[in-house]
């Protein structure tokens, strides 16, 4: 195999993860490679999850406002038709401009951009097959970065077609509207797909396991709402049921249901079966085995606080080790393993990393849920403020949706923020500042937000946790 010189760190994976650790490595002045298998850069987030997905919430939003929320505004429009390879088009133009950017950014910066599947053959080799079959090369070095991503946890027993039995990879690919579609879990992934394909004409079911919908980390009163007003959208839900087997033989595909709680079982069929149940660890090939690194039951790589494995000089970032399963989270911590490789110390708040659905309208939260602080025996205060009642919201006809405040009683500090509605994936930010800088929920509420803003709402929220609101 052929050498190249050594190198002083190499990430494996270019996501979110891998390719911001990269960039800041060599910023740092570290002599860095990274090594992407997929063919191009962005990893799940740019290529198949985050921005292929938001560019299809997008634009089938505003398909679906066009032909269903128009006329009360005034605008009269005939004849809406959907053009869905157009629609797909215009998502893979988003991707291709984002992903060739990193490729870009990867030139400006100096790092070295491997094309093909890493393995790690010791603690300072990881040999690289390159997709274009060449020769296999050896990259020699001091660290490792392994930034390796996840994928989706299959559904025992259906096996995916990604056309007729489909991850959110072919949820972003289909090239027509089914009549039917049925989402096997109704976390992020199922309630966002869902609605871009709901908005797109498809009758969707939501069958979800628990009692709630929102995956883990939703607060119930979120959760509540999101399931109300995505109902009144068109979206049904079979919550606390779960799926006992599949039959894809068919021309469509069949389900067994249960409901959890009377064992009634039933039977639902749909052109798609969308699996959204959640993303593991991805491993493969990778070559742990070969330097004794461990993974838990859940097959997240085992490291410690510096994102160190048994190896001082492998380190791991992102979803292929503990933690949300977010691309923000994952390149905070690339930043800070580079840091750590280069300074010796690095830092991620890991109770200030927000979550946004960007579902229409979106929720978005940060910190802790009022389920979480309840179970935690502190007493605590909660201030709610409905957009109802917010005049820029009645003035967009976007009335849906509140923000919720959760603050520690004694001290009235920020615990957690909780919203749902018009623009909240927009409005977190301010909540996560807030509890990054320790704030009490009387600052927010004095401090002043511009007139007629949607973010009114949260400081009116934030007002209601110690005093009382002025507008509800
Ligand atoms: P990944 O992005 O998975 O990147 C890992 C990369 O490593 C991959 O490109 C893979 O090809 C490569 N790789 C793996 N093994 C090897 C090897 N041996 N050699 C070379 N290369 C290898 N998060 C958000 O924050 N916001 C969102 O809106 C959002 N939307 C999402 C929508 C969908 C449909 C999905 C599926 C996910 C979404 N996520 C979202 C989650 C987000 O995509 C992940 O949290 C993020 O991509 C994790 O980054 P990562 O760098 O850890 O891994
Ligand atoms: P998830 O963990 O959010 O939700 C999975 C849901 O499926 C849960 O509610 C669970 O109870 C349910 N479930 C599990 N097994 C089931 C079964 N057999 N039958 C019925 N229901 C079952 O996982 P999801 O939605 O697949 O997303 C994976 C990851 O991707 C998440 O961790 C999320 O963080 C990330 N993501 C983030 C997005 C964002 O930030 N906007 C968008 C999409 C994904």
New binding site residues.
């Given amino acids: 195999s052929s050498e190249s010189g050594e190198h002083d760190v190499v990430v494996?994976?270019?996501?979110?993860?891998?390719y911001v650790a990269a960039i800041k490595a060599a910023q740092l002045g570290l002599k860095t490679a990274c090594?992407?298998?997929?063919g191009a850069l962005?990893?799940?987030?740019l290529?198949?999850?985050?921005i292929p997905?938001?560019s299809l919430l997008n634009n089938s939003h505003i398909y679906h406002q066009i032909k269903h929320d128009i006329k009360q505004r005034g605008i009269e429009v005939d004849n809406v038709r959907l053009n869905l390879d157009q629609m797909m088009a215009a998502k893979d133009k988003s991707v291709k401009s984002l992903t060739g950017g990193i490729e870009i950014l990867f030139k400006q910066n100096g790092v070295d951009y491997v094309k093909?599947?890493?393995?790690i053959t010791g603690e300072n080799e990881v040999k690289v097959k390159p997709i274009d079959g060449g020769e296999e090369i050896s990259l020699k070095t001091k660290n490792i970065i392994i930034?390796?991503?996840?994928e989706?946890t299959p559904f025992p027993g259906l096996e995916i077609d990604e056309k007729k039995v489909i991850t959110?990879t072919g949820a972003?690919a289909l090239t027509e509207v089914p009549k039917k579609m049925i989402v096997i879990g109704g976390g992020i992934?199922g309630l966002?797909?869902g609605s871009v394909w709901s908005r797109l004409g498809a009758e969707v079911t939501v069958v979800e396991y628990l009692d709630a919908i929102g995956g883990p980390g939703m607060d119930a009163d979120i959760a509540k709402t999101a399931q109300r007003i995505l109902g009144r959208q068109g979206i049904k839900f079979k919550t606390a049921h779960k799926v006992l087997s599949g039959d894809a033989s068919g021309k469509g595909v069949k389900l067994e249901i249960e409901s959890v709680k009377n064992q009634k079982q039933d039977t639902l069929e749909a052109d798609v079966v969308l699996v959204a149940i959640g993303?593991r660890p991805?491993t493969?090939?990778?070559g742990l085995e070969n330097v004794g690194i461990e993974t838990d039951e859940r097959g997240r790589i085992i490291i410690d606080q510096e994102y160190r494995t048994k190896h001082e000089n492998i380190r791991v970032?992102?979803?292929?080790t503990f933690g949300a399963?977010?691309?923000?989270?994952?390149e905070e911590e690339g930043i800070a393993a580079a840091e750590f490789i280069k300074k010796g110390y690095g830092h991620v708040n890991y109770g200030a990393i927000p979550s946004?659905m960007?579902t229409h309208p979106e929720a978005a939260w940060v910190g802790q849920t009022e389920q979480e602080v309840k179970a935690s025996g502190k007493e605590y205060v909660v201030g709610t403020f409905p957009f109802l009642a917010n005049s820029r919201a009645k003035t967009n006809l976007e009335t849906d949706g509140m923000v919720k405040f959760i603050a520690e009683k004694e001290t009235d500090r920020v615990l957690g923020i909780h919203i749902i509605g018009p623009n909240a994936g927009e409005m977190i930010a301010e909540g996560v500042l807030a509890i990054e800088y320790g704030a009490s929920s009387e600052d927010i509420a004095r401090t002043s937000h511009a007139h007629p803003t949607l973010s009114e709402a949260f400081k009116e929220a934030a007002m209601a946790t110690y005093d009382k609101a002025i507008h509800a």
Avoid: F
């Avoid at 090594?35 to 997929?38: Q, T």
């Avoid at 962005?42 to 987030?45: L, M, P, Q, S």
């Avoid at 930034?147 to 996840?150: D, I, K, R, V, W």
């Fill in positions: 494996i994976g270019g996501g979110p993860g891998g090594v992407e298998k997929r962005g990893g799940t987030c290529n198949v999850g985050c997905s938001k093909g599947t890493g393995t930034a390796t991503g996840s989706a959110s972003i992934i966002e797909m993303r991805y493969e090939g990778l970032i992102g979803d292929v399963m977010l691309a923000h989270k994952a946004v960007y």
